[in-house]
């Protein structure tokens, strides 16, 4: 299992960017994938989550209405686009999934949500 993402980098508050997670190494249609964040000092917290077929999808509630989680099952990649950002949104972002029990977990891409 392998998952990249990219997309991260410094935006400015009220901006916005959209973050991507390259999967391989397994039946990616098969999984729901999520999306975690980590701020420095705070521990990793789940962003956003959506179902195999890309029917349902569910939110944190601080950054509902401000994210959206989708994916396309024939590229084997997950996106996540944020828009309105802002400094609380500052973190690393993980692309995961839960593969045969395990969750694995994407080496992450630094956002920095300032002026």
């Known amino acids: 299992v392998q998952l990249v993402e990219s997309g991260g980098g410094l935006v400015q508050p009220g901006g916005s960017l959209r973050l991507s997670c390259a999967a391989s190494?397994?039946?990616?249609?098969?999984?729901?994938m999520s999306w975690y964040r980590q701020a420095s000092g705070k521990e990793r917290e789940l962003v956003a989550g959506?179902?195999?077929?890309?029917?349902?999808?569910d939110y944190a509630d601080s950054v509902k209405g401000r994210f959206t989680i989708s994916r396309d099952n024939a590229q084997n990649t997950v996106y996540l686009q944020m828009s309105s950002l802002n400094a609380e949104d500052t973190a690393v972002y993980y692309c995961t999934v839960r593969h045969i029990g395990v969750r694995k977990w994407g080496q992450g891409t630094q956002v920095t949500v300032s002026s």
């Open positions: 959506i179902t195999s077929a890309g029917d349902r999808r």
């Open positions: 190494g397994f039946t990616f249609s098969m999984y729901r």
